[in-house]
């Protein structure tokens, strides 16, 4: 087909949009095609239209029946077969051997492709660059642009390779050269790459532009100059040049948590789909065969940021590591040195990727090198204010510079709840803290990043309580940068810093259930603290112990928050501040409940209320009211507990704590409805903080909501809804490390299952709660709760002799160490004991219950486990 013909069906249909009074955009819409295949083809890109596609555009245009077969016919004329496109095309790049063609596929960038053919495609694109961070594969992808774009049209294409200028008047030169143009005849370079390109539709790749960016204003000259030329551009920083359309690459898509659990997906995914072809390409005997190798690789795309070139190069690694080998070396610090000996037909500075950062890096000033180099003593993403403080660089000097390496693709930014937060890919971040460590500023930038986030953290402390609200948010948005700080204070040994932290954390901790994080960085500086001598030492110390008691109960580890607790009480009775005695008698008495001391609880209670009432303190009467009431709904008088809890709300109210502070007590209220036998009225109270727990993400309260809804719809008869609370709360207390709540769920499951018939299910609940109780404590009544309900069992499978001794070992000791027995449970325990003396005998049954109320926890547990195999 001649060009003449393109050009003609090209102007028709102009002509005919023009006429109509539409926009390109408007026929596009009426049409139901893209913007930028309406451009393609009005500007003759797009040779080959269809017959439905013409169709569309006639149908859009309401074009009369001649006009429509004229266009029609022209576009008949036109079309040619993709073999011929092909070969004509292959020709011409081999004549004109202006456009590189790679030798391997571009993977994972069919979207990007999509956005850009129709922006290269549109009459008011003239000058589009693709910017974004070293290795991210903004080469690669223009050049299958590019290829597209002369496939698809015949249009003249023209590379221009702009590593080797470094002098931005050089950029011409270099363009004229590809061009194939000479200085003649007296005209300057400008105006010789004018008259070339005079009557041409040429697309210019110009790659690598961001070392010589001055020149863009020689670039827009030429293209105002020649409309019909189009650039499209690769550079680490926009042009910022008035017609630019800047289009930002990203780094390769990860996989998704759904993802994860199907090889067949994951192999879906860009990045792991990159890394093992090119893994393969070194390596043929390279396969991922399990899901677990599928998660490595996962990982290692992780690490790096879903950079193209980083995955390259380490799937280059594969064949000498292995793959966990080294997904271990990535996790380094000094991982960059991993990346190296890329294909030798890469440019010398994307050999490795270190000198890949390089070249971005010595292209800028030395302020900003200066800011770029302390932004990777920061883990994740870090805040303005705490990069003006951390590296003593303020107001217009800061800002400047986080624009610079903003559009220099160095750094990236984000806003989170309407603050900013800038961040370095993890790649880039390495490079940082090389330079850091090579220039000695290493030390000095993690103290002051240190001693930076130690006043954040102690923005929760009690005399900043008004801030605490405000701050969380803020904890949760570095955490990283919080565990980087206590990392830094327990490599050098500073451990009173350490300690400072870890006890003003311990609230952070507690709020996000970051209970085992937390417990173990507050015994490890503890342990290291050793005896304390001054009294801010034993006040520093109590805190941290304080974190320990807190957190060890969420975990069920109750010894361990007694002991805690006992050391804190007597260092605060030696520094006599009664205030803070009250706090440590309540978080004392905790665990003690929790180990079925209940006399010494409330003991402890009682004078921890005796002091907040002493000094009219309101609010902190709120606290050992409601853990009152669950002293005595523990020992079974809920009528009690009950009048506890509502004081303790009517306080709350008073002082005007918010309802997410009131939530628990009010579960605590549910649960004595429950035991009152009104399960309506628990599920009332409850729900609107179990939705309001769940709104915000306060993961233990929705477990501990959703297990309560879990037992009052068990009680309606509603069995659908109580195991959907039983199996969220399950899931949940798992997820945090609680198994002692994580077995109370599942006892009552298996209670549910065993009500409902189904004793397979209610035999695996109580086997797995069986497990979760192993090595805790052989005294707690919910052991001898899952010895009663293997009697439930046992009846079931018609064993009525282990049955019998099974649940009068169960009550015999439940009576002893006082548990609440809900009204379902009694309701099951009735039922079953009727049907062992009916099916017994009077007196078989009294023997076989005197016999179990002698066995002893080990042989009950024992006579359980045989039950259940």
């Not at 559009?407 to 370095?424: E, H, K, M, P, V």
Request: glycine share 6%; proline share 3%; charged share 25%.
């Amino acid at each position: 087909m001649s060009e003449m013909s393109a050009l003609d069906f090209a102007t028709l249909l102009r002509r005919y949009r023009r006429r109509s009074g539409f926009t390109q955009e408007e026929l596009a819409e009426r049409a139901g095609l893209s913007l930028g295949a309406v451009g393609l083809l009005e500007r003759g890109i797009t040779l080959t239209p269809q017959k439905a596609t013409v169709n569309l555009l006639s149908d859009a245009l309401a074009l009369p029946t001649d006009e429509a077969s004229a266009l029609l016919e022209l576009s008949r004329v036109s079309r040619r077969t993709d073999d011929d496109d092909i070969q004509e095309t292959a020709a011409k790049t081999t004549l004109d051997g202006s456009l590189p063609v790679p030798l391997t596929i571009l993977i994972g960038r069919a979207h990007e492709q999509a956005v850009l053919l129709d922006l290269l495609g549109s009459e008011m694109t003239r000058l589009l660059t693709l910017t974004g961070p070293a290795g991210v594969g903004k080469t690669r992808l223009a050049l299958q642009l590019a290829a597209m774009v002369q496939l698809e049209s015949s249009r003249e294409v023209v590379f221009v390779e702009l590593i080797p200028i470094q002098e931005p008047d050089r950029v011409l030169p270099a363009i004229a050269q590809a061009l194939g143009v000479r200085e003649t005849n007296g005209l300057s370079v400008h105006e010789a790459i004018l008259r070339a390109l005079q009557g041409r539709d040429v697309l210019l790749l110009l790659d690598n532009f961001e070392q010589v960016l001055p020149a863009a204003r020689l670039l827009l000259e030429l293209l105002i100059a020649r409309p019909r030329v189009q650039a499209l551009v690769t550079s680490r920083s926009a042009l910022n040049v008035r017609g630019e359309q800047s289009y930002p690459v990203s780094p390769l898509a990860l996989p998704d948590p759904q993802q994860m659990d199907s090889l067949a997906e994951l192999l879906q995914v860009s990045t792991v789909a990159l890394f093992v072809d090119r893994a393969s390409a070194v390596w043929p005997d390279f396969t991922i065969a399990t899901l677990e190798d599928g998660h490595l690789v996962a990982e290692i795309c992780a690490r790096l940021d879903g950079l193209p070139l980083a995955i390259e190069l380490a799937a280059g690694r594969v064949k000498h590591f292995g793959l966990h080998q080294l997904r271990d070396r990535l996790a380094e610090p000094t991982f960059l040195g991993m990346l190296t000996e890329g294909p030798q037909d890469l440019a010398d500075h994307q050999q490795t990727m270190q000198s890949t950062i390089t070249w971005s890096y010595d292209l800028l000033g030395t302020a900003e090198q200066r800011l770029f180099r302390w932004m990777g003593v920061f883990v994740g993403s870090v805040t303005f204010d705490a990069l003006e403080i951390v590296t003593g660089i303020t107001d217009h000097a800061l800002l400047s510079g986080l624009t610079s390496l903003v559009n220099a693709s160095l750094l990236q930014w984000t806003d989170i709840a309407g603050t900013r937060r800038y961040s370095q890919l993890v790649t880039l971040r390495a490079f940082a803290e090389e330079r850091l460590r090579a220039g000695n500023e290493w030390d000095e930038a993690r103290r002051r990043h240190a001693e930076y986030f130690l006043e954040l953290a102690e923005l929760t402390v009690p005399e900043q309580l008004v801030h605490t609200v405000d701050v969380m948010p803020r904890l949760q948005a570095e955490h990283d940068n919080l565990r980087a700080a206590l990392t830094w204070a327990w490599e050098i040994g500073a451990t009173a810093h350490g300690l400072r932290m870890a006890g003003a954390l311990r609230r952070f901790w507690y709020a996000q259930s970051y209970f085992l994080e937390g417990v173990d960085w507050l015994e490890r500086f503890i342990a290291r603290a050793g005896t304390p001598n001054r009294r801010e030492e034993r006040s520093v110390l109590a805190q941290a112990l304080t974190g320990v008691v807190a957190l060890s109960h969420r975990l069920d580890r109750f010894e361990q928050a007694r002991d805690a607790g006992e050391q804190a009480l007597a260092l605060q009775r030696e520094l006599g501040d009664k205030s803070e005695i009250a706090w440590a008698l309540n978080n004392l008495a905790n665990p003690v409940a929790q180990l079925g001391d209940y006399e010494r609880a409330q003991a402890l209670y009682e004078e921890c209320l005796a002091i907040q009432r002493e000094s009219n303190n309101r609010q902190g009467q709120a606290f050992p009211l409601l853990n009152l009431g669950e002293v005595y709904y523990a020992i079974g008088k809920p009528h009690e507990a009950l009048a506890l809890y509502e004081e303790s709300l009517s306080i709350s109210r008073e002082v005007g704590e918010s309802e997410w502070a009131r939530g628990l007590t009010w579960n605590s209220v549910g649960e004595a409805y429950i035991a009152l036998d009104e399960p309506a009225r628990a599920i009332k109270v409850i729900e609107p903080n179990y939705q309001l727990f769940t709104q915000e993400h306060d993961i233990y309260c929705v477990a501990i909501c959703s297990f309560t809804l879990g037992r009052a719809h068990w009680r309606l008869g509603e069995g659908a809804a109580a195991q959907a609370h039983f199996d969220e709360a399950e899931h949940l207390f798992r997820k945090l490390g609680s198994l002692h709540l994580t077995a109370r769920v599942l006892y009552f499951r298996a209670s549910l299952a065993a009500n409902q018939g189904d004793i397979a299910v209610a035999r695996h609940n109580l086997t797995q709660a069986l497990e979760d109780m192993s090595g805790q404590s052989r005294e707690r009544a919910d052991l001898w709760r899952l010895v009663e309900r293997a009697g439930t069992l046992a009846c079931r499978q018609q064993m009525p002799e282990q049955a019998a001794r099974l649940y009068a070992a169960a009550m015999a000791r439940r009576e002893v160490i006082p548990s609440p027995l809900e009204p379902a449970e009694r309701d099951m325990r009735a039922h079953d004991l009727d049907w062992l003396r009916a099916t017994m005998g009077e007196v078989a049954f009294t023997s076989a219950i005197a016999a179990g109320e002698t066995l002893s926890l080990d042989n009950a547990i024992l006579l359980l486990r045989q039950l259940l195999q």
